[in-house]
Structure formats: structure tokens, C-alpha cells
């Protein structure tokens, strides 16, 4: 763990956000999301990397050193953005969550393509899905890791979820006896419906042993206490629902948008011009909807005892005062 709790994570290098922090939490960590999306932060070489650790280290050390407020800020951004806050480790750089946006654009483009065929549909689905598996597994806790056999397992659930519901569905619903603009809409609709669906069997699928294990839960102090299933439960069900918060915007408002759109004299006219207006507002979805809803939820989060296991429901600090709450990593 890197740090104690959720608030600590601003504390600890306040110099560096105070004008930040004097915000309301839930603004202050939308606000640091949308800075660790920077896709800049992607081409940091490996001393860069370094050097902006040293630089937390020291000040983590020593609170009182002098430093610059905008070097402190760019260097917490350069190491909070690239390394795994359970294994301290580089993250595989097209797996980061700041290459999120751009390697989901293309696929958000292929999954809203006009009038799909089975064909298409399946493939799109299917290159989603494995995107979102390489993501779940390289921003997971992993106080619990998987094996390859139980990741393969896993792999295999959220693909044949995804394209059984998506297929099905563009089946079902022209065969609906609704009325046609009903239809089109409901269509339109069909990519968030398998989407949403499919990437929450991923998540529970991709990181089912943190429920079935538990996870590593810490003291106030950042002590290991143990492994907590609760906190694994708790973990996982938090981040699917925030990646069903991230797709909701993307593939629900454009599709709708789009669909008025296409409707006008001026369009009908000139399809071709929809184009960058689709583009434009999938990414504008994507670059308000992803901080969000990672947002919603602190990575580091907390669970009072009492909605614990037992052996951590009598826990008492190097005081002896109770322990009422637990921390831990929920992942992203």
C-alpha cells in the first residue's frame, strides 16, 4: 500500500494541491482523475519515472523540504498514473488507466457502427471484451492474483457473454411488434445493454478470487490486519458498477444524438458529415464519463469493522483504542 487511507492520499502531498484541496472530496478526486488521465504521462521514460519517485520520497520523508509546488504536482502525477499502488510496479503502458480513452474510442466507434451483421457484432464485442480483461487484470488488487488457468476461465466468460447478448438482442428486437421509431431506438441501445452486462461478468469473472479469497485490508497505520472477503465483495462490486458509470454516457447519449441527427433534411442529405459529430461527442463522453465514475468510488476505500468478519470486529490500535474502520485497495 502506498498510502494510509483516503484522505491521506491528499494529504500527503497537499503542497503540491492545496488550491485542490480546498474543494469538496468528491470534487477533488474527479479532479485529480481527469489530471491522471493525461495521456502524457504515457511517454515518461523509465528515469523520469524515477526520478519523480525520489522526489515523493524525499518529501514523504520530509514535509517541511523545499521544493517547487508544480514539480511536486507533475511528479505525483507521473508515478500515481504509472505504478500499481499493491506492487509499487510499472503497469503495462497500453493497459494504464490513461490509455483508457484513447484505446476505447476505436472500439466504442466499431460497436456503434450502423445496421452491424452478426459478423461485425461478434468481433467487436469480442476485441471489447479482451480489452477490458487486460485491463481488469493489470489494475486489479492483487493482494490476490490469478493463475493463467483461472484467467483463461474467466477470459472466456465475459467474451461468450458479451456476444451471446449482443447477437441475441440484434436479433430480438427487429422482430419486436413495436412501433418503428421504438425499434430503432431500442437498437441503438443494444452495444451499452451487452456492453454493461458483459463487462460486469467480466470484472466478477477476471477478479473472482478477491471475493472467494479476500483481500488485503490495513489499519489506520497501514499495518496489514489480514484478508477480508467482505472487502473483496466490496472491491470488485464497486468497480463494476463504476464501469458500467463509465459506458452508460458513451453508449447511450451519442447513439441517441446521433439518431436525431440523422433524421434532419440536412443529414439525410449529407450522412457523411455525421461522422465527426459522432466521433466528437464519443469522446467528449469518454473524457467526462471515465473520471466520473472512477471517481464515485476512492481507490482507497474503507469498511467499518462491525460490517466485517468476525476476527476483525474486536481489533484494538497500538493505544488500545478500538478499530472501527479498515482500509483497502479496491482497484480500478
Not at 178 to 197: D, E, G, H, W
Amino acid at each position: 500500500m502506498i498510502v494510509k487511507t483516503y484522505k491521506n492520499y491528499f494529504v500527503l502531498y497537499k503542497k503540491a494541491s492545496q488550491d485542490i484541496l480546498s474543494r469538496p472530496i468528491g470534487v477533488v478526486s474527479v479532479i485529480l482523475w481527469m489530471s491522471l488521465m493525461s495521456g502524457i504521462t504515457l511517454f515518461v521514460s523509465k528515469q523520469q519515472l524515477q526520478n519523480a519517485k525520489n522526489l515523493l520520497e524525499q518529501y514523504k520523508a520530509n514535509p517541511a523540504m523545499q521544493v517547487d509546488t508544480e514539480r511536486l504536482w507533475k511528479a505525483k502525477k507521473v508515478v500515481d498514473s504509472t505504478l500499481h499502488p499493491d506492487t509499487g510496479e510499472a503497469i503495462l503502458l497500453p493497459f494504464r488507466m490513461s490509455c483508457f480513452v484513447p484505446t476505447n474510442m476505436i472500439l466504442v466507434l466499431g460497436m456503434l457502427t450502423p445496421n452491424p451483421t452478426i459478423k461485425t457484432t461478434i468481433f467487436w464485442q469480442w476485441a471489447n471484451q479482451s480489452v477490458n480483461v487486460a485491463f481488469n487484470s493489470a489494475n486489479a488488487n492483487k493482494s490476490t492474483p490469478m493463475n493463467w488457468s483461472e484467467t483463461a476461465v474467466a477470459y472466456v466468460s465475459a467474451v461468450f457473454s458479451s456476444c451471446a447478448i449482443a447477437v441475441g438482442l440484434n436479433q430480438a428486437v427487429p422482430r419486436l411488434n413495436i412501433a418503428a421509431s421504438t425499434k430503432r431506438v431500442l437498437m441503438k441501445l443494444v452495444p451499452f445493454t451487452a456492453v454493461a452486462a458483459a463487462g460486469t461478468v467480466n470484472v466478477f469473472a477476471m477478479r473472482g478470487k478477491e471475493i472467494s479469497q479476500g483481500i488485503d485490508v490495513y489499519n489506520e497505520d497501514n499495518e496489514l490486519v489480514g484478508k477480508s472477503k467482505t472487502a473483496g465483495l466490496a472491491a470488485v462490486s464497486q468497480v463494476a458498477l463504476s464501469r458500467v458509470l463509465t459506458n452508460a454516457p458513451t453508449l447511450v447519449v451519442p447513439p441517441l444524438i446521433m439518431d436525431n441527427l440523422s433524421q434532419k433534411p440536412f443529414f439525410k442529405a449529407n450522412p457523411k458529415a455525421l461522422l465527426p459529430i459522432n466521433f466528437g461527442l464519443i469522446a467528449l463522453s469518454m473524457f467526462t464519463s471515465l473520471p466520473l465514475a472512477i471517481a464515485t468510488f476512492p481507490q482507497i476505500s474503507s469498511l467499518n469493522t462491525s460490517s466485517m468478519e468476525k476476527e476483525f470486529q474486536n481489533l484494538t490500535d497500538s493505544e488500545g483504542k478500538p478499530v472501527t474502520r479498515l482500509y483497502y485497495n479496491k482497484g480500478l
